[in-house]
């Protein structure tokens, strides 16, 4: 059973940083592009970032790129996501997921697995 783990979410004031894990369980990952989505209240699931699978290639929705890095280390199965200065509209949860591909992709559809999400909130 492939299960995607997050972990590393909370409560944050302007200008914080956090760091997301999600640790993969029931497959090796190391092939596939791996991916950060989030959803806002009230809002649909929206792309963050991903990391092709030899972790060479990465990609940014505009709204992250300059405070958001995605990394991954193959040897422990894990993805995480650096967010640094975190503002209000960065609220939501937090979903790792791992695509059926290896080139980095920002469509969900290509994506198999997803994990169960990690709440970040910003307090204001």
């Known amino acids: 059973h492939v299960q995607p783990v997050e972990s590393g979410g909370g409560l944050v004031q302007a200008g914080d940083s956090l760091r997301l894990s999600c640790a993969v369980s029931?497959?090796?990952?190391?092939?596939?592009?791996m991916g950060w989505f989030r959803q806002a209240p009230g809002k649909e699931r929206e792309f963050v970032a991903v990391i092709g699978g030899r972790g060479r290639t990465t990609f940014y929705a505009d709204s992250v790129k300059g405070r958001f890095t995605i990394s991954r280390d193959n040897a422990k199965n894990t993805v995480y996501l650096q967010m640094n200065g975190l503002k209000a509209e960065d609220t939501a949860v937090y979903y790792c997921?791992?695509?059926?591909?290896?080139?980095?992709?920002?469509?969900?559809?290509?994506?198999?697995?997803w994990g169960q999400g990690t709440q970040v909130t910003h307090s204001s």
């Open positions: 997921a791992i695509a059926r591909v290896s080139y980095p992709t920002s469509q969900s559809y290509e994506y198999d697995f």
């Open positions: 029931g497959r090796t990952v190391s092939s596939y592009a």
